[in-house]
């Protein structure tokens, strides 16, 4: 259940213009002098290189709250995955951000880079972004004016979508937390041509990874666990000596060493016999890190297994009931649980997929996905919720009644520190929570997005029962009629 290269995806306001947009070399500004940093620290792609930007370029503030090492982990392996960048033009300079087009001279693909800085001098950067774009001529747009013409544009983009069967499924649009745009498309069930309804119950993917860290979130408030904690602090029974140095921040980051869950053992598995979270440990729990803990970042299913075992361990509840009492019921979220495949759930959609299957077929006409996917979902993700379910849990974060104000700062800063036991929400409010965060997840026949943009009051939930990037490409057009970019 893979998301996107970014995996709390900022989304910031822009206020009066800094510099024009379009120029050929970074603008002679403080700030163009940070993106040539970090151009040149890209260019020698070394981990010193990495280190050193940071240092000269981060707010302190910054820095108090993720330490150099840990922010040169994260931009390190950025660094690693695109490699050296090519400049093309600044897209947007304003307010507290300025954000760049940069060509990858690694992959050929485009790619936006936002910094946002502190208020005044000497305007270190207190965040980034990496966001794949369409190229130049692609990059932004302006709001398609009011949010009733945001809704027909939508619905006619929905409407070609479906006909040309690159979408089945639902979109919604929400500002400060009144949905304005809910439409559903294509089929449910194909067999029976049942078709979606707004209600309908879609495969989330690694959306559920977010209900996952709530719940730890909410155990280390309680004092029933730290963030330093190592995995076997919990689990004392944890097959694998490397439970002795893993912590849970590094689980929840992803710093773990812990990698996937897919691979040869789970093409070879019966998929019927992954009923619960214990079932999934055969996967990967006897091989070897991908690296120290703590040295490097790659996206970790497994982690987010293990860190759904602490939770039972922890709460003494199983994971599924623990979401479902703490998380989900809390909120209303009465249409989101962790359905088994073989259960008979009203209004819940089948995927379709086209992807070839990883035992060698090579037949690519449209099937349903019931063989790819795990008997049960898991902690790391694959469980069912509908978009009003999504808009819910959203406003419920922002609004502090899942979490305490100090852990929802943390869950909207990008996780890196957690709050300290007992800590009061951040003086600069408003500040820690700008921006947003975005999530998605697919698999074959599953593809979910959801967004947020607290500057605005924006959210955008897109739910298909299709390939990737079906809901993703949907959500890049939502976010282009609403001038989030």
């Excluded at 600069?428 to 929570?433: D, G, I, N, V």
């Excluded at 924006?458 to 299709?466: A, C, G």
Aim: aromatic letters at 8%; a neutral charge; glycine letters at 10%.
């Amino acid at each position: 259940m893979k998301t996107r290269c970014a995996s709390a995806l900022a989304l910031f306001v822009f206020l009066a213009p800094l510099v024009p947009a379009g120029s050929s070399s970074p603008p002679d500004t403080p700030e163009g002098k940070r993106i040539q940093a970090l151009l040149e620290a890209f260019d020698a792609g070394t981990p010193e290189a990495i280190r050193v930007f940071i240092s000269a370029n981060f707010a302190a503030t910054a820095l108090n709250e993720s330490p150099v090492e840990q922010r040169a982990q994260r931009l390190g392996g950025m660094a690693q995955q695109i490699g050296p960048l090519e400049f093309h033009s600044v897209t947007k300079a304003s307010g507290p951000e300025i954000a760049f087009l940069a060509k990858s001279k690694k992959s050929g693909e485009w790619i936006e880079v936002g910094m946002r800085f502190e208020p005044g001098p000497p305007n270190g950067i207190v965040g980034m972004r990496f966001e794949p774009s369409e190229g130049p001529g692609a990059v932004h747009g302006e709001k398609k004016g009011s949010d009733a013409e945001v809704a027909a544009a939508a619905h006619a983009v929905l409407q070609s979508k479906a006909m040309a069967g690159e979408f089945s499924g639902v979109v919604l649009i929400a500002h400060d937390g009144k949905p304005f745009f809910h439409e559903a498309v294509g089929l449910a069930e194909r067999d029976f041509a049942v078709p979606n309804r707004p209600d309908t119950k879609f495969n989330l993917g690694s959306i559920n990874k977010a209900f996952t860290q709530v719940a730890i979130a909410q155990l280390a408030e309680q004092g029933k666990l730290s963030f330093s904690d190592t995995i076997r602090k919990h689990i004392p029974d944890y097959p694998n000596a490397a439970a002795d140095k893993i912590t849970i921040q590094q689980l929840v980051t992803m710093t773990s060493g812990l990698g996937d869950i897919f691979g040869e053992k789970y093409d070879a598995m019966p998929k019927d016999r992954l009923r619960s979270l214990a079932d999934f440990l055969p996967l990967f729990v006897n091989e070897p890190l991908l690296f120290e803990p703590g040295t490097g970042r790659r996206y970790s299913n497994a982690g987010y297994i293990v860190l759904g075992l602490i939770v039972e361990k922890v709460s003494g509840e199983r994971y599924y009931d623990y979401v479902r009492r703490h998380v989900f019921a809390p909120v209303g979220m009465t249409d989101t649980d962790a359905w088994a495949q073989d259960a008979i759930v009203p209004n819940r959609a089948v995927g379709y997929t086209r992807q070839e299957s990883r035992g060698g077929a090579a037949d690519k006409t449209e099937r349903a996905n019931i063989y790819a996917l795990p008997g049960r979902s898991s902690s790391a993700g694959g469980g069912y919720s509908t978009a009003l379910d999504l808009l819910r849990f959203d406003q419920a974060l922002r609004g502090d009644k899942l979490l305490s104000a100090a852990y929802g700062d943390w869950f909207f800063s990008g996780k890196a520190s957690p709050p300290a036991p007992g800590a009061k929400p951040a003086a600069s409010r408003p500040a820690e929570r700008s921006g947003g965060f975005g999530i998605a997840g697919g698999t074959a026949g599953v593809n979910a997005v959801l967004e947020t943009d607290l500057d605005t009051g924006y959210t955008i939930v897109v739910l298909s029962n299709l390939d990737p990037p079906s809901a993703e490409s949907v959500g890049r057009t939502m976010r282009e009629l609403l001038g989030l970019k």
